[in-house]
T-cell receptor, first 114, second 113 residues
Framework: EAQVTQNPRYLITVTGKKLTVTCSQN?????MSWYRQDPGLGLRQIYY???????DKGDVPEGYKVSRKEKRNFPLILESPSPNQTSLYFC?????????????FGQGTRLTVV | SQQGEEDPQALSIQEGENATMNCSYK?????LQWYRQNSGRGLVHLIL?????REKHSGRLRVTLDTSKKSSSLLITASRAADTASYFC?????????????FGAGTRLAVHP
């Protein structure tokens, strides 16, 4: 079954404690991205990756890092989380970033930073 | 940057009625897509319409695209309680050297039995 798997689904952490949210896809997609979803703001892209070792900033990259060492994995790293990073996070993958193809989303990670 | 803007923000209807949601965008697009999100869960792709298409159907879904007005609409016919969800439009554009999907803030649809 084609899927994007994120872990964990829920996470409560304290300010400043480094965390990693994992994302894995089994569709051999080249393009992967991270979004955060906040009430009234829709989905905003944090980082994206067009292929292994190729990553770049999206619209709201501050406070986040990513890596793409393997095609299937695209972890999101918060080196020093702050309360304003409390949000619902989604990982997505697609063949080519949405040009005439759909994006597949993970189930989301609800992060609370206290 | 937020390209698509859905209208209305919220819609409440009875089962059996039709639901229409609209999306407006600002720049040239390659295609426009509609996604559904059940409460707190991941987005699921519904339908994609290319910039050279004007209308597309999928089951009870009908999507139109008017590139001259930079707008699209999603019609759900004979709605069911299970259609209760948030619906997002996303425009696919080539920007800053790469392809990306830009999402609007969504329309929350409530279908009452």
């Amino acid at each position: 079954e084609a899927q994007v798997t994120q872990n964990p689904r829920y996470l409560i952490t304290v300010t400043g404690k480094k965390l990693t949210v994992t994302c894995s896809q089994n569709m051999n997609h080249e393009y992967m991205s991270w979004y955060r979803q906040d009430p009234g703001l829709g989905l905003r892209q944090i980082y994206y990756s067009m292929n292994v070792e190729v990553t770049d900033k999206g619209d709201v990259p501050e406070g986040y890092k990513v890596s793409r060492k393997e095609k299937r994995n695209f972890p999101l790293i918060l080196e020093s989380p702050s309360p304003n990073q409390t949000s619902l996070y989604f990982c997505a993958s697609s063949l080519n970033g949405g040009v005439n193809t759909e994006a597949f989303f993970g189930q989301g990670t609800r992060l609370t930073v206290v | 940057s937020q390209q698509g803007e859905e209208d209305p923000q919220a819609l409440s209807i009875q089962e059996g009625e039709n639901a229409t949601m609209n999306c407006s965008y600002k720049t040239s697009i390659n295609n426009l897509q509609w996604y559904r999100q059940n409460s707190g869960r991941g987005l699921v792709h519904l339908i994609l319409i290319r910039s050279n298409e004007r209308e597309k159907h999928s089951g009870r879904l009908r999507v139109t695209l008017d590139t001259s007005k930079k707008s699209s609409s999603l019609l759900i016919t004979a709605s069911r309680a299970a259609d209760t969800a948030s619906y997002f439009c996303a425009t696919a554009e080539f920007s800053g050297g790469y392809n990306k999907l830009i999402f609007g803030a969504g329309t929350r649809l409530a279908v009452h039995p």
